[in-house]
């Protein structure tokens, strides 16, 4: 039986980590404070000659900087900007949420939002803002509310209704 292929030559381990690392984005836990803290100064930097496009055309959902305007918007149709946006979509995951998988509290079900692409460099000088709407799914409303509940005994209650 023949061997699996290497992906690497057997020189080149001291290689991996700047491979690995040169590709690294943030996480989606900060891009979401990004979006919550301030996105219009984000997607209004001042000039900075050493990133690309000089740090004007930046893709906040996916934290990279592009060169002009129509690589950002060509990015913007992309399946990885796209999946990105879906990836968005539920809330990261809390410190919160740790403790109480390990037993301090009761499971709460991570909201969906919805999340739209950010508006070009035009419709932001003329007004228009980043929209991260929570949208609960209205289809499954015993699902809406155990997520609303805060105790373990709200969830009896809840499923007593039911």
């Known amino acids: 039986m023949p061997y699996a292929r290497k992906k690497m030559h057997s020189g080149d381990t001291h ?49 990279t900087y592009y060169i002009n305007d129509q690589a950002l918007q060509a990015h913007f149709r992309t399946k990885v900007h796209k999946r990105r946006l879906k990836a ?4 990261p995951y809390t410190i919160e949420d740790s403790l109480r998988a390990a037993g301090h509290g ?3 079900q991570p909201q969906k939002r919805k999340m739209e692409t950010q508006p070009c460099l035009a419709d932001v000088e003329a007004g228009k803002r980043i ?7 209205a289809e499954k409303p015993a699902k809406q509310e155990l997520s609303k509940a805060k105790k ?10 039911l």
């Open 15 to 63: 290689l991996r980590r700047r491979w690995r690392l040169r590709n690294r984005r943030k996480d989606l836990d900060e891009i979401d404070a990004d979006l919550k803290t301030e996105p219009e100064k984000l997607l209004q930097q001042e000039i900075d000659l050493d990133k690309p496009g000089f740090g004007q055309f930046y893709c906040i959902h996916c934290a």
């Open 88 to 91: 968005l979509e539920i809330e």
């Open 106 to 108: 009761s499971f709460v």
């Open 131 to 137: 929209k991260v709407d929570t949208v609960m799914e």
């Open 152 to 161: 373990f005994t709200d969830y009896k209650k809840v499923l007593e209704e």
